[in-house]
């Protein structure tokens, strides 16, 4: 390629970027929320038992610190 033809090239390519930034972006943000909210769905969904266990544990350990200072 010619210098010339470089510097067109290189002049396509940021006309297009340009063009193409919008969109690129709008797919960024929706893909970035869509991911943000399936690992929010995800880590809630194995936190639950591990909440619920640990609940469990908690009233344990209040009724034997109940019974040992009645």
Do not use: C, G
Not at 27 to 46: C, F, K, N, T
Request: aromatic letters at 4%.
């Amino acid at each position: 390629m010619t210098e010339s033809s470089d510097a067109k090239a290189n002049d396509f390519k940021d006309i297009f970027r340009q063009l193409t930034a919008p969109v690129v972006d709008s797919v960024d943000a929706r893909i970035r929320e869509y991911v943000a909210a399936r690992v929010e769905e995800v880590v809630s969904e194995r936190l639950a038992p591990l909440e619920a266990s640990l609940a469990e544990l908690q009233q344990a350990v209040e009724n034997l610190q109940n019974k040992r200072s009645e």
